[in-house]
């Protein structure tokens, strides 16, 4: 499964039609794709739905980051000259060749691993972070809708956004079969102990504006405050990724204490909504940052976290609370 055989078979076939087809299909797996869409479908589309698919993406992001860090095996283009970067603007910058697998069942050699570690010209590959997105991500969306074209696109993403990958010269095939394993397991524990749980959604889409202290809602609280704090601790994790998921959860307790809206609206108002809190996120985190350049100097991790933490925060909250006061929201 660690084999470049397959990614040259593959790469046999390409053409200016195929590189540009995968190039596109890959797209819809990074991280700035998947930060549009998942902010213009919780304020434009559904904003329950929309936040539950937010967490979703947050958490994927954490445990393949984790993951990778944790087994630090490299991509099928780090260890075989002759591997194409299809995806990328410049060739195959390593010294090794032929260096996969011997069989199916092989491991990588110990010196294609180590010359990956020693030189870090690229991140580590295993699992896929774009497989088990695509199976977490829009596997929840085939869930959520019963529509037959909507559901035909999901399931089609599932399949060609891990193909394209190897395509591009990106994942090994037990790269691939990592990431739908870890997205598999995501998707069925959030979907099946999170939002089909009638019980943790009346707390956590409660639409009036008295809290109700109860063990549930303690629970919702811990989670959206001190959880993200205590996974920062466990080895490998990108702090970065956690402030991301504890401005999430601060901008939704903030929007949650007063009542979770009403997204019922007219498509035009939806639209309003959208670009509302694109405005928000690209003005607090330009903001933040010009902050950030002049009160902290070098390299030091709160440079990226306090501007990521506060703009996730705002485009929960601060857009929410707006476009209720314009009208473009309902709240109880």
């Not at 080895?235 to 997204?263: F, H, M, T």
């Not at 440079?303 to 009208?327: H, M, R």
């Amino acid at each position: 499964m660690f084999q470049t055989e397959p990614i040259l078979f593959l790469q046999s076939y390409s053409t200016d039609f195929l590189n540009t087809f995968f190039k596109l299909v890959t797209t819809l797996g990074n991280e700035w794709f998947l930060t549009v869409f998942l902010i213009a479908f919780m304020f434009g589309i559904r904003y329950r739905k929309g936040y539950f698919l937010i967490q979703i993406a947050l958490w994927n992001g954490i445990i393949i980051g984790c993951l990778k860090e944790t087994f630090g095996l490299p991509r099928p283009a780090n260890v075989d000259s002759r591997v194409q970067l299809l995806g990328k603007d410049y060739p195959n910058p390593t010294s090794l060749r032929a260096m996969g697998a011997k069989d199916f069942w092989g491991a990588l050699p110990q010196q294609a691993i180590d010359y990956l570690r020693n030189t870090r010209f690229d991140d580590f590959g295993f699992p896929s972070g774009h497989t088990s997105g695509a199976v977490s991500i829009w596997g929840t969306l085939f869930l959520f809708f019963k529509n037959t074209w909507v559901r035909l696109m999901c399931g089609a993403l599932i399949l060609l956004i891990p193909l394209s990958r190897m395509y591009l010269g990106r994942h090994f095939l037990a790269d691939v079969l990592g990431g739908y394993a870890a997205g598999i397991l995501l998707l069925a524990f959030m979907y099946r102990f999170a939002y089909m749980n009638e019980s943790i959604q009346n707390v956590i889409f409660r639409k009036k504006s008295s809290v109700r202290v109860d063990p549930r809602t303690l629970l919702f609280i811990l989670y959206s405050c001190l959880l993200p704090l205590v996974v920062l601790f466990i080895p490998n994790v990108e702090p970065q990724r956690i402030a991301s998921l504890l401005g999430i959860n601060i901008g939704y307790l903030l929007v949650w204490k007063k009542g979770i809206p009403d997204d019922n609206a007219s498509v035009h108002k939806r639209i309003l909504r959208v670009l509302i809190s694109f405005i928000c996120y690209f003005a607090v985190r330009f903001v933040s940052g010009k902050i950030m350049d002049v009160l902290v100097s070098g390299d030091s991790v709160y440079y990226e976290c306090i501007p990521i933490l506060l703009t996730t925060c705002f485009v929960i909250w601060g857009s929410t609370e707006l476009s209720v006061k314009l009208g473009l929201f309902k709240r109880q």
